[in-house]
C-alpha cells in the first residue's frame, strides 16, 4: 500500500519552503511580514518627503540674500497681508462719557510743534473783515430793547460794544446762495448761539462762544467763514485755505467738514478733511489741489504742513472748535 505525503503550497500558512524543518512556532506569518514591508516603505516615503521640504525651505532662505529691493517688498507685503494698513500716528484714542462727548486721556500724547514763525519778517495782504451792515430792523432797537432780546433768548454777552442779536436769517444780510441753502435745511429762525455770534464774527471781531452741544455752533462760525472766504481773492497753485477748522476728535471734525461741504457747495467751494487714522497719502493729495476750507485735528494738520501738503499763509478766519477740551487733551501749544 503506498503511502502519501502532503506538500504545503508555496504561500499557504503551512508552507516553510527551505525551512522545512524548523519549529513552526518561529514563523513569521506572512500577512504580518508583507503591513511590516508596508510600513517600512511608507516610512522611508514621509521621511523623503520631509527632508525634501527642508531643503526647498533651505533654498528659499539661501535666496533672500540674493534678493533685489522689489522682490524683497513683494515677499514682505505677501507675508504681512496688513502692513500699511494701520496708522501709528493718529491722535489720541478716545474714551466717551454717556452723553457722547469725548474724555480727556490721562496722559496726553505729545505732539511737536511747528517751528514758531517770526511774523514781522512776513508781508501779509490787507483783507476785509467786516461785511455786516444792521438790517433796519434791528438798527432801530434801543439799548433797552436789545436787551430784552437777549434775556428772551437766554443771552449773555460781554465786550466792548457788541452786535444787537436778531431775530430772523433775513437780518444777517446773506446773499441768495446761502439763504436757499438754509431754506434747503428747512431752517425757521437762528438759534440764540446764531442770533448773537454770527453778527459779531461777520463784524470780524474775535469770538469766544459758549452753548450747549446741538444748539447751531457749526452754522455760527461756518456762515460767517463763507461769506468772509468768497470776498478774498482766488485761491493760486500751491496756496492754503483761507479757512482753517481746528477740532479735538476725528469724529467732530468729520460732522464739521459735512456741514461745511453742504453750505460751501453752492459756492463751488473745495473743503478737505484731516485727522488721525485716515490716509495720509489721501489727504496730502486732497490738499495739494487746492482747498478753501480745512478742518482737522492739530496733531494731522501740524503732519500736513510738515510734508509740505499745505500752507496756513493764507489762513485769515480761524476756528478752535470745543478749544477747552484740545487744551484738557494737550493739544494747547499746537493750537
Known amino acids: 500500500m503506498s503511502k502519501l505525503e502532503y506538500i504545503p503550497a508555496p504561500g499557504s500558512p503551512s508552507y516553510k519552503g527551505n525551512n522545512a524543518s524548523a519549529d513552526t512556532d518561529s514563523d513569521e506569518d506572512p500577512l504580518d511580514a508583507f503591513m511590516k514591508g508596508i510600513d517600512k516603505e511608507v516610512k522611508q516615503e514621509a521621511k523623503g518627503v520631509k527632508t525634501k521640504k527642508i531643503e526647498e525651505v533651505k533654498g528659499i532662505r539661501d535666496d533672500i540674500d540674493h534678493e533685489d529691493d522689489e522682490e524683497s517688498y513683494y515677499r514682505y507685503m505677501e507675508e504681512n497681508p496688513n502692513a500699511g494698513l494701520q496708522d501709528n500716528d493718529s491722535d489720541v484714542d478716545l474714551e466717551y462719557d454717556e452723553d457722547g462727548n469725548p474724555i480727556a ?12 514763525i517770526d511774523h514781522s519778517t512776513i508781508v501779509y495782504e490787507e483783507v476785509e473783515k467786516n461785511f455786516y451792515q444792521p438790517h433796519e430792523d434791528i438798527a432801530r432797537l434801543t439799548p433797552q430793547e436789545a436787551q ?8 449773555t454777552v460781554s465786550g466792548a460794544d457788541p452786535p444787537y442779536p436778531v431775530s430772523s ?41 459758549v452753548a450747549k452741544t446741538g444748539s447751531g ?15 478774498q ?11 482753517l477748522i481746528l477740532a479735538p476728535t476725528r469724529e467732530l471734525s468729520q460732522q464739521i467738514y459735512n456741514e461745511a461741504k453742504r453750505f460751501g457747495k453752492g459756492y463751488n467751494l473745495s473743503v478737505v478733511c484731516c485727522y488721525g487714522g485716515g490716509s495720509k497719502w489721501d489727504q496730502s493729495k486732497a490738499l495739494e489741489l487746492g482747498a478753501e476750507i480745512v478742518v482737522g485735528t492739530p496733531g494731522r494738520i501740524i503732519d500736513m504742513v510738515k510734508m509740505g ?18 487744551f484738557d487733551m494737550g493739544f494747547g501749544k499746537q493750537s
Open 105 to 116: 486721556p490721562k496722559k496726553s500724547k505729545y505732539i511737536d510743534p511747528l517751528p514758531p
Open 148 to 155: 430784552e432780546l437777549r434775556a428772551k433768548s437766554g443771552i
Open 169 to 209: 436769517f433775513g437780518h444777517f444780510g446773506f446773499d441768495e446762495v446761502l439763504m436757499k441753502a438754509l431754506r434747503k435745511c428747512e431752517y425757521t429762525s437762528p438759534t440764540p448761539i446764531q442770533a448773537q455770534a454770527v453778527p459779531a464774527a461777520l463784524s470780524g471781531r474775535d469770538i469766544i462762544g
Open 217 to 231: 455752533k457749526t452754522g455760527a462760525f461756518i456762515w460767517p467763514m463763507l461769506v468772509h472766504i468768497m470776498d
Open 233 to 243: 481773492k482766488e485761491l493760486e497753485p500751491g496756496d492754503g485755505p483761507m479757512g
Open 309 to 326: 501738503a499745505t500752507k496756513l499763509n493764507r489762513v485769515t478766519f480761524l476756528v478752535l472748535d470745543e478749544a477747552d477740551r484740545m
